[in-house]
């Protein structure tokens, strides 16, 4: 297979040797399970976390006589993958078998696709600061899990667990056009939110659902393509992060030294941060793919494409071009605000609260700032918090229209998360007596009181007057927080004359 460069050299990213600039070229195959109850050849449950060899029907043992049944929901999974992928969908596609053997692939073959994919070529777009990158993928194909082999139960045996041996796999692979870890980590997490907001993949790395074969290789800029060691198996977007910077500088170490990169698998060692030799990989392994006999072609016709297509809901990139649109959001709010599905619904929720639309970027302030904070604590997202959007709304409808200011917002919230969790934040504000100050008379009684009792302080502010913040802040700290923030700064310049 001919490997086509699409990306043009980027000083930006290249890695600084000890004789120069190198560049990490990166691609990567990305195995998704695919959301499903049942396994991708047998009607056997694909529940996480069930005790060893209970998932397991005879189809996945491999019992003489057995025949495997196409799960017609997986085949709909991948397609719509697809075209969330932007990516063509073959009308045909083939099953074949992938010949090797493995005490935890009990057929002595892996169901997959090889020639004929039922996803062709599509994109993920990248926001990388200023800059947008699109990276290309070269194909999604459906294949079978493999079980697991467990080593650390016995001192002289090990154990084989088929739970997940027939699970559904997406195999999502990447062209090389990734030349950062930076950008590999975008990548998998963006990858992770499309899935997730299509429903295909729950994405959820530590327990095995999503994982990446990462393959690297280093070159002098512009260069040919170098030799790519693949990383097997990485299951979490910092650890990819770290193996690719690891991985790259011990190519270049190697190179540099004038010595030459071996072909090969390796393994990610987080405890140490460490790739380290697994197996030699100097030639292609032949499996012998020929195509499964037990399985008829897939075969679509366009109907078919278009009313998946129809149902498939609105992606990640267009809520966001929506919300920056509709809302008046900065590229860099929308984009943090789309990463969870879940978040941008609770978002628009609170926005939309009552029938009332609020200034979307005064929720976005709220809900990506305090509530955010107080979540990451808890070890949540903000959806799942108990903070409703009605109570967002709340806050930010009484700071509008001058019942609150904003400091006494950030006191209100604090009431909500930790004392009335479900209180209306209109009624604590009246219980609890914080409203804020309006009465431009008292608040020139206090302003009246603190110029008064600090005449060295006034001649301060005359002569640089962007020291009235002192007095600002004597002011708040004298009315308990609540005189109005511009009717006090008015009248404190007033009074000064400045």
């Known amino acids: 297979m001919t490997i086509i460069d699409t990306r043009t050299p980027n000083p930006r990213s290249f890695i600084k040797g000890s004789t120069g600039d190198w560049e990490v070229i990166i691609g990567m195959e990305v195995h998704a399970q695919v959301t499903s109850k049942s396994k991708l050849f047998s009607g056997a449950s694909t529940e996480f976390g069930n005790p060893p060899n209970s998932n397991v029907s005879f189809v996945d043992a491999a019992m003489p006589g057995m025949l495997p049944v196409i799960n017609e929901e997986c085949v709909r999974q991948a397609v719509r993958t697809g075209l969330g992928l932007k990516a063509q969908i073959n009308k045909r596609s083939l099953f074949d078998r992938k010949n090797y053997f493995y005490p935890d692939l009990p057929q002595g073959y892996q169901i997959s696709q090889y020639k004929d994919p039922i996803v062709g070529e599509g994109s993920v777009i990248l926001d990388m600061g200023e800059e947008q990158i699109e990276i290309g993928i070269e194909r999604l194909h459906l294949e079978q899990d493999a079980g697991k082999s467990i080593h650390d139960q016995h001192p002289n045996m090990s154990f084989v667990d088929l739970n997940r041996s027939g699970v559904a796999l997406m195999e999502i692979v990447s062209k090389p056009d990734l030349r950062?870890?930076?950008?590999?980590?975008?990548?998998?997490?963006?990858?992770?939110?499309?899935?997730?907001?299509?429903?295909?993949?729950d994405g959820n790395m530590e327990q095995g659902s999503m994982r990446a074969d990462v393959n690297v290789s280093v070159r002098r800029p512009g260069g040919e393509f170098g030799t790519r060691c693949e990383i097997k198996n990485v299951n979490s977007v910092r650890f990819a992060g770290q193996a690719i910077e690891y991985e790259a500088r011990r190519q270049i170490d190697i190179l540099e030294d004038g010595g030459t990169i071996d072909q090969e698998t390796r393994l990610y060692d987080p405890k140490t941060g460490e790739t380290r030799s697994m197996r030699s990989k100097e030639e292609a392994h032949d499996y012998r793919y020929f195509p499964d006999p037990d399985l008829l072609p897939l075969e679509f016709d366009d109907q078919f494409i278009e009313d998946m297509r129809a149902g498939l809901t609105e992606l990640p990139d267009d809520k966001k071009a929506r919300l920056i649109a509709e809302y008046g959001l900065s590229p860099y709010d929308a984009g943090v605000l789309i990463l969870e599905r879940e978040t941008a619904d609770y978002y628009e929720a609170a926005v939309a609260h009552g029938g009332k639309k609020r200034d979307g970027k005064a929720v976005a302030n709220l809900v990506m700032g305090d509530v955010s904070a107080?979540?990451?604590?808890?070890?949540l997202s903000v959806y799942q918090t108990h903070i409703t959007p009605a109570q967002i709304a709340g806050i930010v409808d009484?700071?509008?229209?001058?019942?609150?200011?904003?400091?006494?917002?950030?006191?209100?919230?604090?009431?909500?998360?930790?004392?009335?969790?479900?209180?209306?934040p209109a009624k604590i504000v009246e219980a609890r007596g914080m409203k804020q100050v309006t009465d431009t008379g008292a608040i020139e009684r206090v302003v009246d009181e603190i110029i008064?009792?600090?005449?060295?302080?006034?001649?301060?502010?005359?002569?640089?007057?962007?020291?009235?913040?002192?007095?600002?802040?004597?002011?708040?700290?004298?009315?308990?927080?609540?005189?109005?923030?511009?009717?006090?700064?008015?009248?404190?310049?007033?009074?000064?004359?400045?």
Do not use: H
């Open 180 to 201: 950062s870890s930076d950008e590999a980590k975008a990548f998998l997490s963006k990858l992770r939110t499309i899935l997730r907001y299509l429903g295909t993949c």
């Open 398 to 424: 009484l700071v509008a229209d001058g019942t609150i200011s904003g400091k006494i917002a950030k006191d209100l919230l604090q009431i909500v998360i930790t004392d009335d969790k479900t209180g209306d």
């Open 452 to 498: 008064a009792a600090n005449p060295d302080q006034v001649a301060k502010v005359l002569a640089k007057p962007t020291l009235i913040g002192w007095f600002v802040g004597q002011a708040m700290k004298a009315s308990g927080g609540k005189a109005n923030p511009q009717a006090l700064n008015e009248i404190l310049k007033k009074k000064l004359g400045l």
């Open 374 to 379: 107080f979540a990451n604590n808890q070890g």
